[in-house]
């Protein structure tokens, strides 16, 4: 059984009401252009009911839950996970890349991405339940931060080549190098590029191992330990007279 109700209100409390509906208007309006808003005694008997907000919340559900607004949010929750994992995994096609810390272990790595994920989902506003595969996505492209910079030539892969590519230099000049003096300076230097190209990360601790034990066979003398008495520096210094009087005499 319908009751009609005649109300009798103040021209201020009926501006302030006709302000709310207008703002309930404008705002809904403005969230989504084909919003269709109820009519001002629709939004009065709300009022009356002390419903401020389950009228715009229901049409709201009903627009997103059918017709065109239904078939776009579900579309923009099965894509968005398979965009992005596009996005990562053809970057390196166009000069860019995901890179992940050296130190993660694959552990790591997968949980740092669930909880990425767990975030980009959420502030898209997607379905939570595409986590697990958007996870899967950002731990398989990201790769060794190493790997990325030896890809893009950056100046920090430069750098690191190069010590690799002196230390071989260094390396290979040793076993041809006459003096020992300058054969032991030379040592000295390939273990300092060996322990920058470590450092780097363009020499692993086996191969630094193994430079070093080429250039020991082939040159041992250089790495056993000069003797510092003086009779040895008396023999060095008589070495270096009679090598010059020699010189001298030619």
């Known amino acids: 059984m319908n009751t009609d109700i005649s109300l009798s209100l103040s021209a201020e409390a009926s501006a302030r009401l006709r302000a709310d509906f207008d703002a309930f208007v404008k705002v809904s309006t403005g969230l989504d252009a084909q919003f269709i808003p109820p009519a001002f005694d629709d939004f009065l008997r709300a009022r009356l009911?002390?419903?401020d907000g389950p009228l715009t919340e229901r049409a709201v559900m009903r627009l997103l839950a059918s017709g065109e607004y239904g078939w776009a949010k579900k579309v923009f929750d099965k894509q968005l996970p398979n965009a992005l994992a596009a996005l990562m995994r053809d970057a390196q096609r166009f000069g860019f890349g995901l890179a992940v810390q050296p130190d993660w272990t694959p552990q790591q790595r997968v949980e740092h991405a669930r909880q990425w994920a767990t975030q980009i989902l959420s502030e898209a506003g997607a379905d939570a339940a595409f986590?697990?595969?958007l996870a899967a996505q950002i731990s398989a492209s990201a790769v060794d931060i190493r790997t990325l910079e030896e890809r893009m030539k950056t100046p920090a892969w430069r750098v690191a080549d190069g010590l690799r590519q002196r230390a071989y230099d260094v390396m290979?000049?040793?076993?041809?190098e006459q003096s020992e003096a300058l054969g032991r300076s030379k040592v000295g230097e390939l273990r300092v590029l060996l322990g920058l190209a470590l450092e780097y990360g363009s020499i692993g601790a086996e191969e630094a191992a193994r430079?070093?034990?080429?250039?020991?066979?082939?040159?041992p003398?250089?790495?056993?330990?000069a003797p510092d008495d003086v009779f040895a520096r008396l023999a060095a210094w008589?070495?270096?007279v009679f090598s010059q009087g020699a010189l001298v005499r030619q």
């Open 172 to 176: 290979y000049g040793l076993q041809t």
């Open 211 to 219: 430079v070093l034990e080429q250039v020991e066979r082939a040159c």
């Open 238 to 240: 008589l070495r270096r």
């Open 221 to 225: 003398h250089l790495f056993r330990e």
């Open 131 to 133: 986590t697990e595969a």
């Open 49 to 51: 009911m002390q419903q």
